[in-house]
């Protein structure tokens, strides 16, 4: 018999899980808010704190939450391979996308030039600042709200493929990844450019649906921030 490709998700018994939705509600207001309002930093900010403190009461009302975090004990190095592969691969994608093809389409990327990642230090940037950033956005958007997503979808949506993958689990890959890509912060700072967060948050969620493995998808991330880092500032200097 095959083993099955899809780690299992979530407990029955989770606690609280509810608490994903805080963010996801709070991002969806933040378009609401008129133009003058959605400048203010704080605001764009908003939803990531509250995340942030949604996970800090998930989990005390949990026990053994690092399983469901993606940071096992036993197989801490599972699927890293995978993901350092997926982040050179999707940082020399979109670094051609940014690059080339959007402004061939018409598209303004000078812009980056002037985003807070772009006038940070090489030094700083990498690897130091890249990878804090890959932790604390993976922690938040795929370890906490894609898993808290998943116990809701996979109660909603019980069916399971023959290998294992719950249609719940699609859904919430689907719904992270949006949310991702329409977070706040990266919406006014990216601004059009926030569109290539659909495929990434996709991507990076099919992994750590995978391989349940959190350090999967800040190898992922780090990589492919390297990677466009060096590219834009280089192109644009």
């Not at 399983?67 to 592969?85: F, K, M």
């Not at 909603?156 to 990844?177: D, E, K, Q």
Request: aromatic share 14%.
């Amino acid at each position: 018999m095959k083993k099955k490709q899809w780690q299992s998700a979530a407990p029955d018994d989770e606690r609280v899980a509810w608490l994903a939705l805080v963010p996801v509600g709070l991002t969806a207001c933040f378009y609401l808010l008129p133009a003058s309002a959605r400048e203010n930093l704080f605001l764009q900010f908003l939803p990531q704190f509250a995340a942030y403190g949604a996970l800090v009461i998930w989990w005390k009302a949990n026990t053994d939450v690092l399983p469901a975090l993606g940071l096992s004990r036993d197989s801490p190095t599972r699927g890293v391979g995978w993901g350092l592969a997926t982040g050179c691969i999707l940082g020399v994608v979109n670094s051609t996308v940014i690059l080339w093809v959007v402004p061939v389409l018409g598209g303004d990327v000078r812009f980056l030039a002037d985003t807070p990642h772009a006038r940070m230090p090489v030094f700083v940037m990498i690897p130091w600042f890249t990878v804090l950033i890959a932790i604390a956005v993976e922690l938040n958007f795929r370890g906490f709200l894609l898993g808290r997503l998943e116990f809701f979808c996979c109660r909603w949506l019980p069916v399971t493929s023959a290998r294992g993958l719950r249609l719940g689990s699609i859904v919430a890959m689907l719904v992270s990844a949006l949310v991702f890509a329409f977070d706040p912060f990266m919406v006014m700072t990216f601004r059009h450019l926030h569109w290539i967060a659909v495929w990434d948050g996709l991507i990076w969620a099919v992994l750590f649906v995978r391989w349940r493995n959190l350090g999967t998808v800040i190898a992922a991330h780090a990589i492919e921030v390297m990677i466009l880092y060096l590219s834009v500032k280089t192109a644009l200097a």
